[in-house]
């Protein structure tokens, strides 16, 4: 499951589940200022900078009672 990282790493600006982030394919997260700054090349891995999907909440809000319980198992 992909980690969403509440912060940019590079300025620290809060990053909600709904706002725009960018990821690289370890999950290092920048907002879309530091992106554009970065040449959409992460900084840490040299790899490419992609709009992080969105989610509208938690993934264990809302949920059925098996995805609550399968996440825990992962989670373990």
């Known amino acids: 499951m992909l980690r ?3 912060t940019c790493e590079r300025c620290g600006v809060s990053l909600g589940l709904t706002d725009q982030a960018y990821i690289c394919s370890f999950e290092c997260t920048f907002c879309p200022q530091c992106t554009e700054q970065l040449h959409r090349s992460c900084p840490n891995c040299q790899g490419q900078l992609v709009l992080r999907p969105t989610r509208s ?3 264990t ?3 059925p009672q098996r995805f609550k319980a399968k996440l825990e198992k ?3």
């Open 61 to 63: 809000e809302g949920q």
């Open 4 to 6: 969403m990282k509440s």
């Open 57 to 59: 909440r938690s993934p």
């Open 74 to 76: 992962l989670l373990r």
